[in-house]
């Protein structure tokens, strides 16, 4: 044990110009516990891949998906903005989140945050976020605390649901 102690020291000291001893590297050491849910897992399905999303004082999350690939038009993004201004959201208080940008996002990905109180799912079924209820559109229901309000997505949505949508985020943010 003492040769090999004397051979790292020899490598290290030739490597660095400076004699450090392999004990005290590791009395030196920083010893981490993480709990389960922090352990990898291997698997071939990416079963590690979490999105990742910082929802810090966001209290209202627009939820959307492209009616084709991966992307909405830029004319769709500016209504979305412009409807959340309209709603007298911050920009620090809202999130607009693409779901085809992260493909494992779960209804409790969205929900991990304590400020989120509001989820506006366009054009986002339910279950592919793992929310199972019944629901209508247009139609205001409370899950776990959180107002929820699921519309037609907004590439393509007709001005009769267009009014009722804003009508209804009318009620929802207490504006009318």
């Known amino acids: 044990m003492n040769e090999m102690i004397d051979n790292f020291t020899v490598i290290i000291t030739t490597m660095s110009l400076q004699k450090i001893h392999f004990t005290d590297a590791i009395l030196e050491e920083t010893a981490f516990l993480l709990p389960d ?49 309209a709603l007298q959201l911050t920009p620090e208080s809202y999130a607009m989140i693409n779901i085809a940008d992260y493909p494992g996002l779960k209804f409790h990905h969205l929900t991990s945050s304590a400020t989120v109180s509001r989820l506006i799912c366009l054009g986002v079924d339910p279950e592919s976020i ?46 009318k």
């Open 37 to 85: 849910v922090a352990k990898l897992t291997i698997s071939a399905n990416n079963a590690n891949d979490k999105p990742v999303i910082n929802l810090n004082n966001v209290s209202t999350i627009l939820l959307y998906q492209p009616v084709n690939g991966t992307a909405v038009s830029e004319a769709t993004i500016t209504a979305m903005q412009k409807m959340a201004q």
């Open 130 to 175: 793992g929310l199972w209820v019944d629901f209508s559109f247009y139609k205001q229901f409370k899950f776990n605390n959180l107002d929820i309000l699921i519309s037609h997505n907004m590439e393509g949505i007709s001005a009769d649901h267009k009014k009722i949508l804003w009508a209804k985020l009318q009620i929802m943010f207490n504006l």
